[in-house]
């Protein structure tokens, strides 16, 4: 949402002042967010669950040669805004970085944080939930509880059979590749059309039954037919992993994820209301620096950790390895063909959020970059960044 505010300021618009009457989760996002929208740090205004982690502890060691060389290094930005940019300009500065780690060969090479930020402070990360809810989507197809990605949603949510023919030939496949032909939008504009579609994320991000939402979706087209990245879309497939399992996304987290990766922190996961329990699974993880690098080792790793199978190896080769069909965006996850770059020498495969918060992978390079930040101004896009860094001579 604060893109669509950050526009807005640009020609003196408020827009809870335009709107602020018309929705009551406009009103309520105004209350726990303000006029600029969610931050890494609304956790601690909204409802959620908790993702405990367990007694045993994985810690990445510091390695004793420090990547310092990297802070020398200068790339070129892509589009109108071409230049010469260095590395600590691209993260600090304008973008507002609040922390980047890099890990190589299971070693901490290179850290930097600003603001008072930490490895092990509790950061919203937005979209890069859509690629954590992907992981759990292939372990729940490993534990049998979804029997096939090719199944229809109403094989796992038979109330939608009545609503609309389309929810028979959506797949989780869809889902998981954002082809769900759904009538849903993250874009934001100020014509009344772009109004409607502003209620209606803010209503996912705010409501309070997020299923009565789903319940009165549209299809603008047939699902299968397009790639089209919305946040709803990942919301759906949240449901079907709960409803599959029969568990909270918080609890089969703890059990699947966050205990056996050994995780340093409990993590945190936004839900619709205590009474209906959603998790927000489009947008609303929340976790540590060092628990996402993590996640990063486990796909690096082609889903094993430590000598125990987490998901298929399968899962991560659909999520991860190259491929420039449906616009480079597979399971959840990308790979830089879907910003046109072409394919370099070592490509990796990067999880992504709002104000450009990156989980990035360069497995031939044993690489793992994590960056956080409150927004992202500059005309840098970090994953694009770490696969020039990764494809250095010095890695």
Request: some cysteine; proline content about 3%.
């Amino acid at each position: 949402m604060n893109r669509f505010i950050r526009s807005t300021k640009a020609i003196g618009i408020s827009v809870f002042s335009c709107v602020v009457l018309t929705s009551c989760s406009l009103i309520r996002g105004y209350r726990a967010d303000g006029k600029d929208g969610p931050d890494i740090f609304s956790y601690e205004r909204h409802v959620h669950d908790t993702i405990a982690n367990g007694t045993q502890v994985f810690r990445f060691p510091v390695a004793k040669q420090q990547a310092n060389w990297i802070d020398t290094l200068h790339f070129y930005t892509q589009g109108k805004y071409c230049k010469n940019i260095t590395f600590p300009e691209a993260l600090n500065g304008k973008s507002e970085t609040q922390g980047v780690m890099i890990i190589q060969n299971d070693s901490i090479v290179y850290e930097r944080y600003w603001g008072g930020f930490t490895s092990d402070r509790l950061a919203t990360v937005f979209s890069v939930s859509k690629s954590i809810t992907s992981l759990m989507c292939g372990i729940a197809v490993d534990d049998g509880y979804i029997r096939s990605i090719d199944d229809d949603v109403t094989q796992y949510l038979p109330e939608l059979k009545k609503k609309n023919p389309m929810w028979q030939k959506l797949t989780i496949r869809h889902l998981l590749n954002m082809q769900s032909g759904l009538d849903f939008d993250d874009t934001y504009s100020l014509n009344l059309k772009g109004l409607k579609r502003l209620i209606a994320m803010a209503k996912l991000n705010y409501g309070h039954n997020t299923m009565k939402q789903i319940r009165g979706l549209k299809f603008r087209n047939e699902p299968g037919t397009e790639h089209r990245y919305e946040s709803m879309t990942s919301q759906i497939l949240g449901v079907v992993i709960e409803r599959a399992s029969g568990k909270p996304l918080a609890d089969y987290l703890s059990e699947k994820v966050w205990k056996p990766l050994q995780m340093e922190s409990h993590a945190l996961v936004d839900i619709d209301s205590r009474k209906h329990r959603v998790a927000h699974t489009f947008g609303g993880i929340t976790l540590t620096m060092k628990d996402l690098a993590k996640i990063g080792r486990l796909y690096l790793n082609r889903g094993m950790w430590k000598g125990r199978r987490i998901v298929s190896e399968e899962w991560i080769r659909q999520s991860a390895d190259y491929d420039t069909s449906n616009d480079g965006y597979h399971f959840n996850w990308y790979n830089l063909s879907s910003v046109g770059s072409t394919k370099p020498q070592h490509p990796g495969f990067y999880a992504f959020g709002i104000c450009a918060q990156t989980l990035y992978v360069n497995p031939d390079k044993h690489l793992i970059m994590v960056r956080i930040g409150v927004d992202n101004y500059n005309p840098v896009f970090i994953p694009e960044v770490f696969e020039q860094l990764s494809n250095c001579s010095k890695f």
